[in-house]
């Protein structure tokens, strides 16, 4: 059994969601203690019990400790079992990162699955589900598989209520290399808001506007319906030949609309100022996929310590690391070693 001391490196739920995956598709028992721990509500959230419950439900696993604030698990794998499944945060958990915890072994079970996830969509603590169906799948669909992802209700915090839908063909993960993204083709930036004062998004947008020196064309408000609020969500988006990037502006309570896109277009900059192909939250997310195809190589901005973490972890079921070295114009190569 692998023993994985949660507290080390980042300390967040990461390590939770890729050790159970790691143990489906290895069959490798796992435990893991201190979880959570370095943040400021340690122990497991409603989202992470869903993951873990949606990982037992496919893996015919079993876990002990599974409860909202403990600090310890054993997950103990069986045999995945591909087929149509729902589960429910219950809260506005993010059902993405229930997706993460369940989409690798899904893909790796040779026949096709269908997944119905409810909860949070657009939360500040996940990537949402743009990112997701934009960003990340189309690399995923690139290795071989095929993921189609529907969003049919969004879910804001905290009121959650939302969505998705996905589905699975499997296929082994083959080895890519996504070293340049290309000439970039398209670009946006949204606001969207549900329940909320229109001078809200409208505030945003036109601060986003500014700052990135966009036009008019590619700049807007869009409205939900009411019942999908009270949230606010900024969405700015690069289209680059061979990739998407896709950066988040959350609206806070108390948090000025201006402050929300200076923050995200910030971040924008940043990566367009770059070369490298994946952001970083992309980048965490490749990990797991390409370790997984035992090769393959992307670029990237400098690795977050979230990434760095989850190296750590695929090194000790899979026995290669996900290296990471600087390259001359201020990007990162990753490579399996």
Known sequence: MITIDGSEGEGGGQVVRNSCALSLVTGEPVRITNVRARRSKPGLMRQHVTAIE?????GNASCEGLSVGSSELTFRPGRVIPGDYHFAVGTAGSTGLVLQT?????????????????????????PPFDFISKVFLPVINRMGPRVEAKLVRHGFYPRGGGRIEIDIAPAPLAPVDCIERGQLLDRSACAYFAGLPFDIAEREIKAA????????????????PEDQGPGNILLLEA???????????????????????KRAVGRMLGFLESRAFAG????????????????????TVKPSQHSLTASDVIALFL???????????GSHLMEIR
């Open 319 to 329: 026995e290669r690391r996900c290296a990471f070295e600087p390259a001359g114009d």
């Open 54 to 58: 949606a990982a037992c439900a496919i």
């Open 209 to 224: 506007q500014r700052g990135l020196g966009w036009n008019d064309r590619e700049c807007f408000v869009r409205e939900l």
């Open 280 to 299: 970083p939250y992309l980048a965490d997310q490749l990990l797991l996929p390409f370790a997984l195809a035992g090769d393959g190589r992307f670029t």
């Open 102 to 126: 369940v989409l690798m072994p899904l893909i790796l079970a040779g026949r096709p699955s269908r997944l119905v996830l409810e909860g949070g969509t657009h939360n500040m603590l996940a």
């Open 239 to 261: 289209r680059f030949e061979h990739g998407t990037e896709i950066v988040s502006g959350f609206g806070e309570l108390g948090v000025p609309a201006e402050r929300v896109a």
